[in-house]
């Protein structure tokens, strides 16, 4: 369990919780936007911790568990980037760099949760 795809998805999803978390409080402290930023909040550090509890899982069905609610948790980050775009809350130059990001974790996410059942 220990691939170099998975320290991938680590670093990835613990430095866009980091961006999630700053995106949080600007969306607070300037938008003054407190129940959508929420979702996203809890919805964006899940996912690195889900992958963080699934590196270090006991055995592969754990692993591919802990993977497959992080790819939940990447998709439901990117529909609450997408509301908070669409509402105008989130400005494309904050919205573009953290969706591709969000997007880039799900594509790594799709592609470990692929190899579940070889």
Request: overall charge negative.
């Amino acid at each position: 369990m220990g691939k170099e795809k998975d320290n991938v998805i680590k670093r990835k999803s613990r430095d866009f919780a980091i961006d999630i978390v700053n995106l949080y409080k600007w969306l607070c402290e300037v938008q003054h936007e407190y129940i959508l930023s929420k979702q996203l909040l809890r919805a964006g550090t899940s996912i690195g911790a889900n992958v963080a509890e699934g590196v270090k899982g006991q055995t592969l069905p754990d692993f591919y568990a802990k993977m497959n609610i992080a790819l939940k948790e990447a998709n439901e980050t990117s529909y609450w980037l997408d509301i908070l775009h669409a509402t105008d809350y989130l400005p494309d130059d904050k919205f573009v760099p953290i969706n591709d990001s969000c997007e880039e974790i799900i594509s790594i996410l799709v592609a470990i949760t692929k190899n579940q059942h070889k």
